[in-house]
């Protein structure tokens, strides 16, 4: 199973490169300079390249991009990088979010609202943003429309009042919703974590909800592609007591680069072990 798991996120990797580089050529020569800083290709003889993938970085790099894009206007192009990004992560909530807009501004009604749709099965929740962003506007007459905002009130309303999402994990502490609903907080965790566009090119800490909103810079998370690789990994840390329970997991992490035990443990919890939904649990954080 973590076989096929490391297999078919090597291929969503690949898939979202090939979306993104000129002619669907992954080659040295053809790397987009956004990304220059997450990947690393040598040539190794006429066919065969050594390829090494930052994927956290990757994922930061793309939904920023797409962010710059949206905010120039270019909205064709901002929507091809979502659309690669969603096939990185598909479970990545203010990338479809974001999406949705692009496909909004583009004039593509259905396509705009069913990314909606997606997004609020994430968990996306900021109905009050949704209902006066601009880049929406289009949308706001629709019947579609209006059913997605009176279903996310009436999460709201289920929910006590809180916009976050609720998180079944005992190892989220239940002082973590901000909001603190007279009846008491929810113990859930955020969903959406814009910054003011000001802050894009430095953005280390998430301050609000929306859409034109950079993630925060996400841990290094080294892997490797299919093709042949000589990276060297850095030595993993000595296990500790509380880690033994997912000593399996752990190693097959550590061998991928990811070496925060802590936040593989939290995420190895919430998906019951599940290798691939903790690395896209990572690469959301």
Request: net charge negative; aromatic share 4%; hydrophobic share 35%.
């Amino acid at each position: 199973n973590n076989i096929k798991t490391l297999e078919n996120l090597s291929s969503q990797v690949i898939e979202c490169l090939k979306s993104v580089f000129p002619n669907n050529q992954i080659t040295p020569a053809n790397i987009p300079s956004f990304l220059t800083s997450a990947l690393n290709l040598i040539p190794l003889s006429h066919h065969d390249i050594d390829l090494h993938i930052n994927v956290g970085q990757l994922s930061s790099l793309l939904f920023q991009h797409g962010f710059k894009l949206l905010e120039q206007k270019q909205n064709q192009k901002a929507r091809d990088i979502f659309r690669a990004l969603l096939l990185l992560n598909p479970h990545h909530t203010l990338a479809t979010y974001n999406l949705a807009c692009a496909e909004a501004l583009l004039g593509n009604d259905s396509d705009a609202l069913e990314c909606l749709r997606k997004a609020v099965s994430l968990g996306y929740r900021d109905y009050h943003h949704m209902m006066k962003d601009d880049d929406l506007q289009r949308l706001r007459n629709s019947d579609q429309f209006n059913q997605i905002i009176a279903d996310l009130m009436s999460i709201e309303t289920t929910n006590n009042g809180c916009q976050w999402r609720k998180c079944n994990s005992s190892t989220v502490p239940t002082g973590a919703c901000p909001f603190k609903p007279s009846s008491g907080c929810c113990g859930a965790i955020p969903m959406c974590t814009p910054v003011p566009a000001s802050t894009i090119d430095n953005v280390t800490t998430p301050t609000s909800v929306g859409m034109h909103s950079p993630l925060p810079t996400t841990p290094t998370v080294p892997l490797s592609s299919p093709l042949p690789t000589t990276a060297t990994t850095p030595a993993p840390p000595a296990p500790s007591a509380v880690s033994s329970k997912w000593t399996t997991e752990l190693s097959i992490l550590h061998e991928m680069g990811y070496f925060d035990d802590d936040l593989l443990i939290t995420c190895l919890e919430r998906t019951k072990g599940d290798i691939h939904q903790t690395i896209l649990q990572i690469l959301d954080n």
